[in-house]
């Protein structure tokens, strides 16, 4: 019965922790996308009078946009980095919080990186926030 009662605890943790770094990565996100937004539509108004092919300006603006959206991931993945390193101590080094960051985020999972078993589950909500936060993306 111990066992189950120490689980639970873990879980609740897990939770009280994993939804407010949902919501703080939500929120950078979407405002990421209005500028992102922002600025492909100041990028294709400047080029508009220029007449330059539109294929090219299409793939400028993918690519640029596609750039900035995986800086805006990789914010998002360094929070939560720094959330395992510096406030829970669930991994030792902010390298290792990355890589395991990034993994759990992109539902890669092949990163021989664990959480200590306290916070286990909070991987699974950051793997839970990663689909959001592509969804958002898409």
Known sequence: MEAAAEDIGYWYSSWLWGMPLIAVTVMLHAAGLVLVRDMMQRFIASRADRGA????????????????V????????????????????????????MLYSVSAMTAYGHAAVFLTPRWQMLGALESLNGLILFGLST
């Open 53 to 68: 092919a539109l294929h090219l300006n299409l793939a400028a603006v993918m690519g640029m946009a596609a750039g900035l």
């Open 70 to 97: 995986t800086l805006l991931h990789l914010l998002e993945a360094s929070v939560w980095a720094a959330a395992y390193v510096v406030v829970l101590g669930a991994l030792p080094t902010p390298h290792v919080a």
